[in-house]
């Protein structure tokens, strides 16, 4: 009987352990905000303080490297901060929690000086867990939960799973194909010819930024 008890503890244990990792790396790119470099024009027409000029003109200039590059386009045409920062609740260039700069970090709707310290303090970020547990001690669940909408980390090409993959924004089952047929991966060159084949070089570029090759 005791035997039997500790063969059940084992396998729960394997399963809570399997079901943990699974949900570490399930969703690496934050959900909730559109990525200003797939929004298509009548999405973007909708949002705050967007005119039809100031749309084909952000379209014509991506794909923009950096919310900072972003930035940077919208008070040239026109907008003030407050009214940049009022369309970012609404369509975002996602910070890299673990390269992004300053200047990017407080770009964040809701981050401020105080998380600018500490999204660099807790580097390398490698799980949502960890942010949650991090982040969450100074703004708590829910505030955490609207500052994970503008971030991501870095997916392994060679280890992620299907469900981080596709938390890329504009990935769909074509592309999550081809990120797993050509493992392992080894080089960017290596990305830039094979992903090469299916888009052009601007999305190329854009889906570089969000993976990694450990």
Avoid at 37 to 61: C, R, S, W
Avoid at 130 to 137: A, R, S, T, V, Y
Avoid at 160 to 167: F, G, K, P, Q, W
Avoid at 170 to 186: A, D, H, Q, V
Wanted: hydrophobic share 45%; charged share 25%; glycine share 8%.
């Amino acid at each position: 009987m005791t035997r039997r008890f500790g063969i059940r503890l084992t396998v729960c244990a394997a399963v809570i352990c399997a079901l943990a990792l699974s949900m570490n790396v399930r969703a690496q790119v934050g959900k909730g905000v559109l990525d200003a470099n797939q929004a298509t024009e009548p999405e973007l027409l909708k949002m705050p303080h967007m005119t039809l000029p100031i749309v084909k003109g952000l379209i014509a200039g991506r794909n923009f490297k950096s919310i900072v590059d972003l930035n940077t386009y919208l008070l040239g045409a026109g907008l003030t901060q407050a009214q940049a920062m009022e369309f970012y609740t609404k369509a975002f260039v996602h910070v890299n929690l673990n390269t992004g700069t300053a200047a990017e970090i407080l770009l964040v709707p809701g981050a401020g000086n105080k998380m600018t310290r500490e999204f660099v303090e807790y580097r390398p970020w490698t799980s949502w867990a960890q942010f949650d547990k991090e982040i969450g001690k100074y703004v708590g669940q829910e505030a955490t939960d609207k500052l994970k909408q503008y971030v991501f980390i870095p997916i392994d090409l060679n280890k992620a799973t299907d469900d981080a993959i596709l938390s890329i924004p504009g990935i769909g089952s074509r592309m999550l194909r081809e990120f797993k047929e050509y493992r392992p991966w080894t080089s960017k060159d290596q990305f830039d010819k094979e992903i090469g084949k299916y888009v052009g070089a601007k999305e190329t570029d854009r889906l570089w930024r969000f993976v990694a090759i450990k």
